[in-house]
């Protein structure tokens, strides 16, 4: 049975979206300053994001993929060109309405698990969402392990709790910086599935960074991949696979070209498009 899978390439930031953009990336340059001169992460990087859109971002370690997630969450500042949201040029973290998982799980050492959960609300003073934090406890696998500290947690579930911390809040915008790296394939391909379910349900726009090309994809509504460093745009694929997706549309033919063909692209560092 064919899965109807189609994917498209582009090697321009694909459609302006204008002002109806979510997230705007307008010539993002980030320039770090360090002990051996300056060193040049993210290089005119445009892209814009629909509201809703699941984009995914692959690229060769140290291109540049937390500097980009980084700079889109406010949490530090770009040294040309800037990031929208929703029109407005980032300055700063706004945590109501971006969520974000980090490559490492950041929970702190002193509360259990439910603990540092909860911290996120405490700190927004938001309610919780003691539903919704269940759910996702139970999903995750960790509804057992609410009492326990960090340093009594595998570091896959840290991740996990990194992960339902910044789900049960329900951001309009979800940042995920390679959350499912330290997962075994089995649990990646479960959280994948979760991801998925609650992405449907919530409408969210979630920008997920991974090294994972089969992950990329049968997540994505666009895969982005990025150049080795400079950090640059260097393909856009539009993948058309029908949803909700499972698990058996990534052993179609299909997927699998597709995964070639992306490896290539990520291999060779991809063809930097002209910045103008
Ligand atoms: N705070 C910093 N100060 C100086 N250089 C930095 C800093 N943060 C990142 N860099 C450098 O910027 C480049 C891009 O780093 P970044 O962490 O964004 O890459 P990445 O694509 O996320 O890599 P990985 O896939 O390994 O996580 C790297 O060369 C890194 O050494
Ligand atoms: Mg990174």
Redesign the pocket.
């Given at each position: 049975m064919s899965t109807g899978l189609a994917a498209t390439g582009s090697s321009t930031g694909g459609e302006p979206l204008g002002d109806q953009a979510k997230i705007r990336c307008d010539q993002a340059t980030k320039v770090y300053e360090t002990q051996t001169g300056q060193l040049v992460a993210l290089d005119h990087f445009s892209l814009d994001i629909a509201a809703g859109e699941l984009v995914t971002i692959l690229g060769p370690s140290g291109c540049g993929?937390?500097t980009l997630l980084w700079s889109m969450s406010g949490l530090h500042g770009l040294t040309d060109g800037q990031v929208l949201i929703d029109g407005t040029a980032v300055s700063g973290p706004r945590p109501d309405t971006v969520g974000m998982v980090f490559?490492e799980a950041n929970l702190l050492p002193w509360r259990n698990l439910r603990k540092n959960i909860d911290f996120a609300f405490e700190i927004r003073k938001k309610r919780k969402n003691k539903e919704r934090i269940e759910h996702l406890l139970e999903q995750t696998g960790l509804a057992g392990f609410t009492k326990a500290f960090p340093r009594e947690l595998s570091g896959g579930m840290q991740q996990r709790a990194s992960i339902v911390r910044a789900l049960a809040q329900d951001p309009e915008i979800l940042l995920m910086?390679?959350p499912f790296s330290a997962l075994d394939a089995f649990t990646r391909d479960e959280m994948n599935r979760l991801l998925l379910k609650l992405w449907e349900e919530s409408g969210q726009t979630i920008v997920f960074?991974t090294h994972n090309i089969s992950e990329a994809i049968f997540l994505a509504d666009r895969v982005v991949v990025m150049t080795a460093r400079p950090g640059r745009l260097a393909h856009i694929y539009n993948i058309d696979l029908p949803r909700p997706r499972n698990i058996d549309m990534t052993f179609e033919p299909h997927f699998i070209e597709l995964i070639q063909d992306v490896k290539r692209v990520v291999e060779t560092g991809g063809h930097a498009i002209e910045v103008e």
């Open positions: 993929k937390t490559q910086d390679e960074v």
